[in-house]
């Protein structure tokens, strides 16, 4: 079993950036491929990014991709969204997510996750 605790959302203004981090309890943390998804207000959770659990893979989703970076630390037990250039349409409360994994690619769907953080959530002003 694995707790995740997400923190360093806040406000920012459009163009600026925040980094999320995710801690996650537990001793085999090396093990999971860990997720960040994000809901916005009145929409349906979608996928952020991903990272399998050795840091080799990382997937994002168009949205995203060439301004957020998923990294992860194994060592700390962290894995973390750093987001540039961020947008009003990036304004949603972001969640960690993890499972138990060692394939080379990390899921991307909700269901291919059992483990969730509490989320934290990001405003972009214009």
């Known amino acids: 079993q694995v707790q995740l605790v997400e923190s360093g959302g806040g406000l920012v203004q459009a163009g600026g950036s925040l980094r999320l981090s995710c801690a996650a309890s537990?001793?085999?943390?090396?093990?999971?491929?860990m997720g960040w998804f994000r809901q916005a207000p009145g929409k349906e959770r979608e996928f952020v990014a991903a990272?399998?659990?050795?840091?080799?893979?990382?997937y994002y989703a168009d949205s995203v991709k060439g301004r957020f970076t998923i990294s992860r630390d194994n060592a700390e037990n962290t894995v973390h969204l750093q987001m540039n250039r961020l947008t009003p349409e990036d304004t949603a409360v972001y969640y960690c997510a993890a499972v138990l994994s060692t394939t080379l690619v990390p899921g991307h769907r909700i269901r291919d996750y059992n483990h969730w953080g509490q989320g934290t959530q990001v405003t972009v002003s214009s």
């Open positions: 990272i399998n659990w050795s840091g080799g893979y990382r």
């Open positions: 537990g001793r085999t943390f090396s093990s999971y491929a």
